[in-house]
């Protein structure tokens, strides 16, 4: 069993996010691992496992040379990274991502499952998932709650909003996994040390066959007109609870007639 | 400007996402609509009264309805070559745009929440870093132009127009997108109203204390006010709660008229979900906490006192 997993390395969310002079995404600082990734790779650990051999192996684009959340990953088992990494990719869509993310994973090759998560955590277009599964012509079942793997076929059960789907298909496959649906495991002290020496294949979206009309601000065909300070919406009133606070509470409640 | 929306329903009845895009629609230009599932009369009926003339329609024999979807636009598309296609930022919106965009080569704008058409010039206002700032984005590539709208974003209205024509379209080749086939439909009870639609939402974050607590606090409150219950991503990604219930920038967009976020600390990523509520009540213990830079009332308490007492009180009311 060979499971790829997406993995996006993005500035620190509790920082203050800024856009640069050419509106992309400032990455200046130290990235980290997106939280949202380590439940795909946590899960594809886990699948390997059970399967009883098999490589984890991690694929991330970015535009500089970016490691450190790949390391993370890395520590928590993975084997292996691909990175693509160029100055051309600043400005990539989500398409012109999932072509390159198509790319690697055709790079990679033998790989019976990709994993993701449901969307970034900074960029959130969430719709990566199905258009890496398109361009490689694979199923996508997405938003799992719940994976398993058995006799060539996968069956998540697939977040609604009345409750779950059951869905089923064979592989290979793309799964798109909603966050909490594992604990990820944090990297022990071997791990970290190990990862420091595990492969990473880094490539530039040329070496997979990627023009460069085809990533970056070219490739995503739009271009952004104006950005703007949005209204902030003012305080009201703040009071410390003595006990009483729920009085208070309550009294709003009356006034907006909900009670 | 013709548009082409990405219609959803559930039992028989359009979703309120899928009808805010029609109203808006109709505004921009001539709307037609394609539906993947079953009740397709009653569904034609549903979108012609909000501006659709036209529904495009195909079996889902079995398959995610998204990935349908695509299939069915991209086969109308080969003929009508609609302007602009809609989509809401929901489940099987995002599969259906996803796939659509990857098959015709057409990036996809997400998470707008305006859309505004200028002569044959498309751009989508997006909200980004937790709503602290609007970008416009506008397509310059050829039609037809794809983007993703949040829920909640327009307010749907009746237009009162007449069914829409029924048009069943051949899919074509779907290659292996189709495989994947949902064996099974699990339905969880519910209590009171969808956490989009609700008029209350009671949202619980980690200041709750536990998973255990979700229940008898946050649920319980929500249901003495006929509210719907939600959540902080981070008791999501502790798996506290399920996915569905998560409010914010990964999650859902909600507009209610009052919303009660119990043990938030308020991260940009949950206020950009909630802060076009009408009302807002914050509770939480750390005072510096920047949900209350939103709340209307604010309360610098412990949730696991306060919301006891006051469940007590609102029972003893009523």
């Known amino acids: 069993m060979n499971i790829l997993v997406c993995v996006k390395q993005i500035p620190d969310p509790a920082t203050p996010g800024e856009l640069t002079a050419e509106h992309t995404l400032k990455r200046e600082a130290?990235?980290?691992?997106?939280?949202?990734?380590?439940?795909?790779v946590e899960m594809a650990l886990q699948l390997v496992d059970k399967a009883g051999g098999g490589d984890v192996t991690l694929i991330s684009v970015a535009p500089n040379g970016e490691v450190s959340g790949l390391r993370t990953a890395l520590a928590m088992g993975a084997a292996k990274a691909v990175l693509v990494s160029d100055p051309s990719l600043?400005?990539?869509?989500?398409?012109?991502?999932?072509?390159?993310?198509?790319?690697?994973?055709?790079?990679?090759?033998?790989?019976?499952?990709?994993?993701?998560?449901?969307?970034?955590?900074?960029?959130?277009?969430?719709?990566?998932?199905?258009?890496?599964?398109?361009?490689?012509?694979?199923?996508?079942?997405?938003?799992?709650?719940?994976?398993?793997?058995?006799?060539?076929?996968?069956?998540?059960?697939?977040?609604?909003?009345?409750?779950?789907?059951?869905?089923?298909?064979?592989?290979?496959?793309?799964?798109?996994?909603?966050?909490?649906?594992?604990?990820?495991?944090?990297?022990?002290?071997?791990?970290?040390?190990?990862?420091?020496?595990?492969?990473?294949?880094?490539?530039?979206?040329?070496?997979?066959?990627?023009?460069?009309?085809?990533?970056?601000?070219?490739?995503?065909?739009?271009?952004?007109?104006?950005?703007?300070?949005?209204?902030?919406?003012?305080?009201?009133?703040?009071?410390?609870?003595?006990?009483?606070?729920?009085?208070?509470?309550?009294?709003?409640?009356?006034?907006?007639?909900?009670? | 400007m013709k548009i082409l929306v990405f219609a959803e329903a559930d039992n028989g009845a359009p979703v309120t996402s899928t009808l805010e895009l029609l109203t808006k629609a109709r505004a921009l230009g001539d709307v037609e609509a394609a539906y993947v599932g079953s009740d397709v009369d009653a569904v034609a009926a549903a979108v012609g009264e909000y501006g659709a003339t036209k529904l495009y329609t195909a079996d889902s024999q079995g398959s995610l309805v998204g990935v349908v979807g695509a299939s069915l636009i991209a086969a109308v598309i080969a003929v009508g070559q609609p302007d602009l296609v809609l989509f809401a930022q929901t489940y099987d919106g995002r599969d259906a745009v996803g796939r659509l965009s990857a098959r015709i080569d057409r990036p996809v704008l997400t998470n707008g929440y305006s859309v505004t058409v200028d002569g044959d010039s498309?751009?989508?206002?997006?909200?980004?870093?937790?709503?602290?700032?609007?970008?416009?984005?506008?397509?310059?590539?050829?039609?037809?132009?794809?983007?993703?709208?949040?829920?909640?974003?327009?307010?749907?209205?009746?237009?009162?127009?007449?069914?829409?024509?029924?048009?069943?379209?051949?899919?074509?080749?779907?290659?292996?997108?189709?495989?994947?086939?949902?064996?099974?439909?699990?339905?969880?009870?519910?209590?009171?109203?969808k956490l989009e639609e609700a008029t209350i939402v009671v949202s619980g974050g980690r200041g709750i204390g536990s998973a255990e607590s979700y229940g008898p606090l946050v649920d319980e409150l929500a249901q003495l006010l006929k509210g719907a219950s939600g959540a902080s991503r981070a008791i999501v990604d502790a798996g506290w709660v399920p996915y569905s219930k998560q409010v914010g920038q990964t999650g859902k967009t909600v507009k209610p008229k009052l919303y009660i976020a119990l043990g938030i600390s308020g991260a940009t990523q949950h206020l950009v979900g909630m802060k076009g509520s009408d009302n807002i009540i914050a509770i939480n213990k750390d005072a510096e906490a920047p949900i209350f830079s939103v709340a209307d009332l604010g309360v610098v308490g412990d949730v696991q006192k306060v919301v006891p007492k006051l469940i007590e009180a609102l029972k003893a009311k009523s």
């Open chain 2, 122 to 193: 498309v751009s989508i206002g997006a909200q980004v870093f937790g709503g602290r700032v609007l970008v416009e984005t506008q397509f310059t590539g050829p039609t037809p132009h794809l983007a993703a709208i949040r829920p909640k974003s327009f307010v749907a209205e009746p237009s009162g127009g007449a069914a829409a024509t029924i048009e069943q379209v051949d899919l074509g080749e779907t290659g292996r997108s189709t495989e994947a086939k949902v064996l099974d439909h699990h339905v969880e009870e519910r209590e009171g109203p």
């Open chain 1, 90 to 259: 600043s400005g990539s869509d989500s398409l012109s991502t999932a072509k390159v993310i198509a790319k690697a994973v055709e790079r990679v090759g033998d790989a019976d499952l990709l994993l993701t998560a449901t969307e970034s955590t900074d960029g959130y277009t969430g719709t990566i998932p199905a258009q890496v599964a398109e361009l490689l012509d694979w199923p996508s079942l997405t938003f799992a709650k719940q994976v398993t793997i058995a006799d060539g076929k996968v069956t998540i059960q697939r977040q609604t909003e009345a409750g779950y789907d059951v869905v089923e298909a064979s592989l290979p496959a793309v799964v798109s996994v909603t966050a909490g649906v594992v604990e990820p495991r944090y990297p022990s002290f071997k791990g970290i040390m190990a990862a420091k020496n595990k492969p990473v294949d880094a490539v530039k979206p040329a070496d997979l066959g990627l023009a460069d009309d085809q990533v970056g601000w070219a490739g995503a065909r739009q271009k952004i007109t104006s950005v703007e300070q949005a209204p902030e919406r003012q305080a009201g009133e703040k009071i410390e609870d003595d006990g009483t606070a729920f009085e208070a509470v309550v009294a709003y409640l009356e006034k907006l007639k909900v009670v």
């Open chain 1, 30 to 40: 130290k990235l980290i691992l997106d939280e949202s990734d380590s439940f795909g």
